[in-house]
C-alpha cells in the first residue's frame, strides 16, 4: 500500500531546536507493554517510493528509543526521516522522505552528485528525524526533530549503515519519541476498527483522497508547567511536561481531539470538570462522558484496565475493572468519569464480574456506534449511545449506572445480590395458571423490604408490598389460577430499612399439588429462600399442616387462599391466612378454619429463614 507523507514548512526545519533540560519526575512511568491485538504494519497513504538508480546513495538504519520505566529498544514505526546532504555554501539540500517501516526501519537515497559543492567528492549526508507523519504530530511550536550524524563524501552506490539508533535517555528527543510512540499505538488501534486511516473514517474520500483526514497535534515541551487539556477551539493537545513517562496520559488527551474529529467540532461543553486528581468524583454528564470515553480508549489501546497517570508530584493509579458499588470514595452515576470507562470497558471486555457484567462485545460495536450513528443525533453523553438490551443495562448497573435495569428473573433460580442500596429492580412473567412467590431474604440484623409492581415505570400505588422486620424474610405471593390475577410481567422492587449485606432472593412458580396426608420433602441450601406448591381446601375444613426440620434449620410456614375479590389475589407476607408458630428445632404446626366458600387452590409458602437440609411438610387435614 503506498504511504502518506506531510512535511509543512520544511525551511523551518533546517535547523535543530533548542531544548530546556527534562525536570525530574516523581515516578518511573510506564512502559507500552503486550498489545491486545496484533500490530499493524507501519502504513500511510501517498505516492509511492520511485525505484532507485545504483548511482544513488543512500542510508539505513533502526530507530528505537527506551521506554521511562518500560522495554529497551522499542520500535518507532510510522516516524518521518529525512535524508539531507550538508553543503557549507549553501542551503542543505533535501534528498529523500520517508516514514519508517513497522520495526523502526528506514532505507533513504539520493542523487550522487553534489551540484552544490565545487568538489563533488560525494555527499555529505545526515539522517533527521521528525515527530511528525500525515495523522499526528509532536511538537513544541514545530514538530521536534533531532539528527543522526553527519556522513561525509558518500560516493554513488554507496549505502552507509546507521545501525540501531536512539536517543539518550533524559533528552528532550527520548520524551518526545515516547510521546510519538504512544500516538502510533492508538492510531494503529483506532485504524483496525474501520476501513481507513483517518481518525475518522468518514473523513476518507474514496479511492485515494485522504486530504479531510485532521493531523492530529499533540504541544509539548520538556519543561512545560500547564496542566494536560485538549483545546477544542485550536483541535491541539498540550501536554505537561512530565506527561511523556506516562502512556495512558498521553492516549488519553489524544482520544478527545479524535473524538472532536468524529464530532465535526461538535465537542460537549467540559466546563467544570475538576483537577483530574479523582476520576470517582462526580462533575457533569459532559464532563464524564469525554473524559470517561477517553480514558476507556487509552486502557483500550494498551489493553491494561489500571489508569496511571501524574499531576505534579501525585501519581496515581486507577484500576477502571475492579471499581464497583462498594468502591470507597467514588460516586455513583453517569457524571462520574470513572463509572463511564468502567462502563464502556465491560461493555467491550471479556472480563465480566458477577452478577451484572454481562457483555463481552469488543470495542469495535461502541466505535462503529461513534463513525456511524447519525450526525443529527450527536452522542455527547453516554446516554445517547443506543444501548439496548437486559445485559447492556445490567453492564452498566455494574459500573453505578443505572438506564432502568429490571433485572429478569428464572423461574425456581436462587440469586444473591449486594446491599439494596440504592433500591434494585426486577422483573419476572408468571406463565403457569397456579400460585408464585417472589421472597428475599436479607442477613442476619438487616431491614430489607420489598414491593411489587404492575408497571415497569413503577408508578401507582404497589400491588403488593411485605414489611417484616429485620433479619426477617419477605414476600409477595400472586395467585394465577383461572378467574384470579391474568399471567404477565411483574415488577419487584428490593430496598433497604436498615442493615446492609448480601441478601438472597427468588422467584418461583407451583408445579404440584399437594393432598390431605401427603408429605412433601424439600431440600433447602443455604441460598435458597422459599417453595411453594398448591393444596386444595374444602369449605369449612379444618386444616393442619406440619412441618419438621433437623437441627439448625429454621423454616417458617405460611398458608394463602384467595377470594373472589380481586384484592386478594396479589399479597405480601403479612397478609397470610395463616402461619405456624415459629420453634428454634422440631415441628412446627399450622392451623386453620376455611370459610364457608371453599377457597379451592391454595399457596403453601415454606420459608428457609436460615440453614441447609431438607424439610418434611405434611399436611395432617
Same mark, same amino acid.
Request: hydrophobic share 40%.
Given at each position: 500500500?503506498?504511504?502518506r507523507l506531510?512535511?509543512p514548512a520544511?525551511?523551518?526545519?533546517l ?5 530546556a533540560p ?7 512511568g510506564?512502559?507500552v507493554?503486550?498489545?491486545r491485538?496484533a500490530f499493524?504494519a507501519a502504513v500511510?497513504?501517498g ?9 544513488d546513495a543512500?542510508?539505513?538504519g533502526?530507530?528505537?528509543h ?6 529497551s529498544d522499542?520500535a518507532l514505526?510510522?516516524l ?11 542551503p542543505d ?7 519508517t517501516?513497522?520495526?523502526g ?5 539520493g ?6 559543492d565545487t ?12 515527530t511528525?507523519?500525515?495523522f499526528w504530530r509532536?511538537e513544541d511550536?514545530?514538530a521536534h526533530?533531532?539528527?543522526l ?5 558518500i560516493s554513488?552506490g554507496t549505502?552507509?549503515h546507521?545501525?540501531q539508533?536512539k536517543?539518550g535517555?533524559?533528552?528532550p528527543?527520548?520524551?518526545?519519541l515516547?510521546?510519538?510512540n504512544?500516538?502510533?499505538?492508538l492510531w494503529?488501534?483506532?485504524a483496525?476498527?474501520?476501513v481507513?486511516?483517518?481518525w475518522?473514517a468518514l473523513?476518507?474520500k474514496p479511492?485515494d ?6 493531523q ?9 508547567a ?7 477551539a485550536l483541535n491541539?493537545?498540550h501536554?505537561?511536561?512530565?506527561d ?7 492516549v488519553r488527551e489524544a482520544?478527545?481531539s479524535?473524538l472532536d ?8 461543553d467540559t466546563?467544570d ?7 470517582g468524583?462526580?462533575t457533569t454528564?459532559?464532563c464524564?462522558?469525554?473524559n470517561?470515553?477517553?480514558?476507556w480508549?487509552?486502557?483500550q489501546?494498551f489493553a491494561d ?7 505534579g508530584?501525585?501519581?496515581f493509579h486507577?484500576?477502571?475493572?475492579t471499581?464497583d458499588?462498594? +468502591?470507597?470514595g467514588?460516586?455513583?452515576g453517569?457524571?462520574?468519569e470513572?463509572?463511564?470507562?468502567g462502563?464502556?470497558l465491560?461493555?467491550s471486555?471479556?472480563a465480566n464480574?458477577a452478577p ?11 466505535w462503529a ?8 443525533q450527536r452522542?455527547?453523553r ?8 437486559v445485559?447492556a ?7 453505578t449506572?443505572?438506564y432502568?435495569l ?6 425456581a433460580?436462587?440469586?444473591?445480590r449486594?446491599?439494596?442500596v ?9 406463565t403457569?395458571?397456579?400460585w408464585?412467590?417472589?421472597?428475599i431474604r436479607?442477613?442476619?440484623g ?8 404492575a408497571s415497569?415505570d ?5 400491588l ?5 422486620g429485620?433479619?426477617n424474610p ?5 395467585d ?7 399471567l404477565g ?6 430496598y433497604r430499612?436498615?442493615g446492609?449485606?448480601?441478601y438472597?432472593?427468588?422467584?418461583v412458580?407451583?408445579?404440584f399439588t399437594a393432598?390431605?396426608g ?6 433447602m441450601?443455604?441460598?435458597?429462600p422459599v417453595?411453594v406448591?398448591e393444596?386444595?381446601i ?8 406440619e412441618?419438621t426440620?433437623?437441627?439448625g434449620l429454621n ?8 377470594t ?5 389475589w ?5 397478609l ?6 415459629q ?5 412446627e404446626?399450622?392451623t386453620?378454619?376455611?370459610?364457608s ?13 436460615s440453614g441447609?437440609?431438607t424439610? +418434611?411438610? +405434611?399436611?395432617?387435614s
Amino acid at each position: 500500500m503506498p504511504r502518506r507523507l506531510v512535511i509543512p514548512a520544511l525551511l523551518l526545519m533546517l535547523l535543530p531546536l533548542a531544548y530546556a533540560p527534562v525536570r525530574a519526575g516523581a515516578a518511573e512511568g510506564e512502559g507500552v507493554g503486550a498489545a491486545r491485538y496484533a500490530f499493524r504494519a507501519a502504513v500511510l497513504h501517498g505516492p509511492k517510493k520511485p525505484n532507485l538508480a545504483g548511482a544513488d546513495a543512500c542510508a539505513d538504519g533502526t530507530l528505537v528509543h527506551d521506554e521511562t520505566g518500560g522495554a529497551s529498544d522499542v520500535a518507532l514505526p510510522n516516524l518521518q526521516v529525512q535524508l539531507w546532504d550538508k553543503d557549507s555554501g549553501s542551503p542543505d539540500d533535501l534528498l529523500d522522505t520517508d516514514l519508517t517501516g513497522a520495526s523502526g526501519s528506514f532505507l533513504l537515497c539520493g542523487p550522487a552528485e553534489d551540484l552544490d559543492d565545487t568538489a563533488d567528492n560525494g555527499l555529505d549526508l545526515f539522517v533527521r528525524v521528525v515527530t511528525e507523519n500525515g495523522f499526528w504530530r509532536v511538537e513544541d511550536g514545530q514538530a521536534h526533530q533531532f539528527d543522526l550524524s553527519l556522513v561525509s563524501n558518500i560516493s554513488g552506490g554507496t549505502t552507509h549503515h546507521y545501525g540501531q539508533s536512539k536517543p539518550g535517555d533524559g533528552t528532550p528527543e527520548a520524551g518526545a519519541l515516547q510521546i510519538f510512540n504512544a500516538l502510533d499505538r492508538l492510531w494503529s488501534w483506532t485504524a483496525a476498527r474501520h476501513v481507513n486511516d483517518c481518525w475518522d473514517a468518514l473523513d476518507h474520500k474514496p479511492p485515494d483522497d485522504y486530504s479531510k483526514c485532521r493531523q492530529l497535534v499533540v504541544d509539548w515541551r520538556p519543561d512545560s508547567a500547564t496542566r494536560r487539556f485538549y483545546d477544542s477551539a485550536l483541535n491541539r493537545v498540550h501536554l505537561n511536561g512530565i506527561d511523556f513517562k506516562w502512556r495512558d496520559a498521553v492516549v488519553r488527551e489524544a482520544a478527545k481531539s479524535i473524538l472532536d474529529d468524529l464530532f465535526d467540532d461538535d465537542f460537549p461543553d467540559t466546563q467544570d470538570c475538576g483537577s483530574g486528581t479523582q476520576i470517582g468524583k462526580q462533575t457533569t454528564v459532559n464532563c464524564a462522558w469525554v473524559n470517561g470515553f477517553a480514558d476507556w480508549v487509552a486502557v483500550q489501546v494498551f489493553a491494561d484496565p489500571v489508569m496511571d497517570w501524574q499531576i505534579g508530584t501525585l501519581v496515581f493509579h486507577e484500576n477502571l475493572e475492579t471499581a464497583d458499588w462498594d +468502591t470507597p470514595g467514588w460516586d455513583t452515576g453517569d457524571a462520574v468519569e470513572g463509572r463511564v470507562a468502567g462502563a464502556l470497558l465491560d461493555l467491550s471486555d471479556s472480563a465480566n464480574e458477577a452478577p451484572w457484567d454481562r457483555l463481552s462485545a469488543g470495542p469495535d460495536p461502541i466505535w462503529a456506534m461513534l463513525l456511524n450513528h447519525s450526525w443529527g443525533q450527536r452522542l455527547h453523553r453516554l446516554s445517547d449511545l443506543p444501548l439496548v438490551g437486559v445485559n447492556a443495562l445490567s453492564t452498566l448497573y455494574a459500573n453505578t449506572i443505572d438506564y432502568g435495569l429490571r433485572d429478569p428473573m428464572t423461574n425456581a433460580l436462587a440469586i444473591s445480590r449486594r446491599t439494596p442500596v440504592p433500591a434494585q429492580n426486577f422483573r419476572y412473567t408468571t406463565t403457569t395458571q397456579r400460585w408464585s412467590v417472589m421472597a428475599i431474604r436479607p442477613p442476619s440484623g438487616a431491614d430489607y423490604d420489598l414491593r411489587l409492581f404492575a408497571s415497569f415505570d413503577l408508578s401507582g400505588i404497589p400491588l403488593a408490598t411485605s414489611t417484616m422486620g429485620a433479619s426477617n424474610p419477605d414476600f409477595v405471593v400472586i395467585d394465577s389460577n383461572p378467574g384470579r390475577k391474568p399471567l404477565g410481567t411483574f415488577y419487584p422492587q428490593v430496598y433497604r430499612y436498615s442493615g446492609s449485606g448480601a441478601y438472597d432472593l427468588k422467584y418461583v412458580q407451583a408445579s404440584f399439588t399437594a393432598g390431605i396426608g401427603q408429605a412433601v420433602s424439600v431440600g433447602m441450601t443455604a441460598g435458597n429462600p422459599v417453595a411453594v406448591w398448591e393444596t386444595v381446601i374444602a369449605a369449612g375444613a379444618a386444616v393442619k399442616i406440619e412441618v419438621t426440620q433437623a437441627a439448625g434449620l429454621n423454616a417458617e410456614l405460611s398458608l394463602f387462599c384467595s377470594t373472589a375479590t380481586s384484592s386478594s389475589w396479589v399479597r405480601g407476607r403479612p397478609l397470610a391466612s395463616a402461619v405456624a408458630p415459629q420453634l428454634a428445632s422440631g415441628t412446627e404446626t399450622l392451623t386453620w378454619t376455611a370459610p364457608s366458600s371453599a377457597p379451592g387452590g391454595c399457596a403453601v409458602v415454606l420459608v428457609n429463614k436460615s440453614g441447609s437440609g431438607t424439610y +418434611t411438610v +405434611t399436611r395432617k387435614s
